[in-house]
């Protein structure tokens, strides 16, 4: 757990009905709202051209989902960063695509 995020709240024994990689903050809002879900801390990967940030969710009816973001340089040349734009997000749904698939194989 990141120490900076600690508060009272991420200090709940377990059993407390949380997963273990939740959060425990204000970005887990599993029993404040209406439509809550458990938030895990952000996940974040630096690279050499940018980063990949995932946090991990859960709704209220137990259906689990990761949210994945880039955050990439692009190239200064306008013409050239619009190529790369699209490039990224094609690439990104093939990695998902192929991910997805090699996980449902094994399982």
């Not at 809550?36 to 859960?58: C, M, N, P």
């Not at 259906?63 to 994945?68: Q, V």
């Not at 690439?91 to 094994?106: E, F, K, P, S, Y």
Request: aromatic fraction near 4%; charged fraction near 30%; proline fraction near 5%.
């Amino acid at each position: 757990m990141n120490p900076l995020r600690r508060n009272a709240i991420t200090t709940r024994k377990p059993g407390d009905g949380h997963p273990h990689w939740c959060a425990r903050d204000h970005s887990c809002t599993a029993y404040t709202m209406p439509t809550g879900e458990h938030r895990s801390d952000l996940l974040v990967w630096q690279t050499d051209y940018g980063k990949f940030i995932a946090t991990r969710v859960r709704t209220r009816t137990g259906k689990d989902r990761i949210e994945l973001r880039a955050v990439v340089r692009l190239d200064p040349n306008q013409r050239t960063a619009h190529r790369q734009a699209q490039r990224l997000v094609v690439g990104m749904d093939l990695a998902v695509r192929d991910a997805l698939r090699t996980t449902r194989r094994a399982a």
